[in-house]
T-cell receptor, first 113, second 116 residues
Framework: GENVEQHPSTLSVQEGDSAVIKCTYSDSASNYFPWYKQELGKGPQLIIDIRSNVGEKKDQRIAVTLNKTAKHFSLHITETQPEDSAVYFC????????????FGKGTTLSVSS | GAVVSQHPSRVICKSGTSVKIECRSL??????MFWYRQFPKKSLMLMATSNEGSKATYEQGVEKDKFLINHASLTLSTLTVTSAHPEDSSFYICSASGLGGRETQYFGPGTRLLVL
């Protein structure tokens, strides 16, 4: 079945460093790839997304790259800050009753000052 | 824009009772709403997808008679956990799509359910 693999499961960086989280997906029909940030006890917050007709997208300190041939996409956070500490989930679209998402298992990012 | 609310934020109930959770899209019309369940330190597990005015589509292994979903309007979906048991204790999160591209899902803040 459809699957999204996410690595690493935990990531610790120093403030100011960059953080990279990688995901691979299995369904070649997937064409939409969002990233969510979830803080403890809260719902996931959409931080950036990319569609299959684009290879890279950037929004201030956050960027996402997509390689459709290899079926992988990555989240890049530059100049990390302590408030970036959270769990990050990648997801890929799948066609169900409407367009649903299948999520990776999450990456716990810790940024120390 | 793209604000989704959930009510209540947390609920404690006795085993055997039913609990209703509301999910509202506050500033857009949600053609599709999704219900997820999340265990501690785990990923989001899709329970069901609902389109306004039609029956929900449940994922394999999710009991539709236990988790009743109603999507009565373009801004409101409800999840009712019937005859709740301690194993139903979890974090339930809804999401809504219909703004910014049909695939984009905006999540509510979640509801923490504890069944005693």
């Amino acid at each position: 079945g459809e699957n999204v693999e996410q690595h690493p499961s935990t990531l610790s960086v120093q403030e100011g460093d960059s953080a990279v989280i990688k995901c691979t997906y299995s369904d070649s029909a997937s064409n939409y790839f969002p990233w969510y940030k979830q803080e403890l006890g809260k719902g996931p917050q959409l931080i950036i997304d990319i569609r299959s007709n684009v290879g890279e997208k950037k929004d201030q300190r956050i960027a996402v790259t997509l390689n459709k041939t290899a079926k992988h996409f990555s989240l890049h956070i530059t100049e990390t800050q302590p408030e970036d500490s959270a769990v990050y989930f990648c997801a890929a679209s799948i066609m169900k009753a409407g367009t649903a998402l299948i999520f990776g298992k999450g990456t716990t990012l810790s940024v120390s000052s | 824009g793209a604000v989704v609310s959930q009510h209540p934020s947390r609920v404690i109930c006795k085993s055997g009772t039913s609990v209703k959770i509301e999910c509202r899209s506050l500033d857009f019309q949600a053609t599709t709403m999704f219900w997820y369940r999340q265990f501690p330190k785990k990923s989001l597990m899709l329970m069901a997808t609902s389109n306004e005015g039609s029956k929900a589509t449940y994922e394999q292994g999710v009991e539709k008679d236990k988790f009743l979903i109603n999507h009565a309007s373009l801004t409101l979906s409800t999840l009712t956990v019937t005859s709740a048991h301690p194993e139903d204790s979890s974090f339930y999160i809804c999401s809504a799509s219909g703004l910014g591209g049909r695939e984009t899902q905006y999540f509510g803040p979640g509801t923490r359910l504890l069944v005693l």
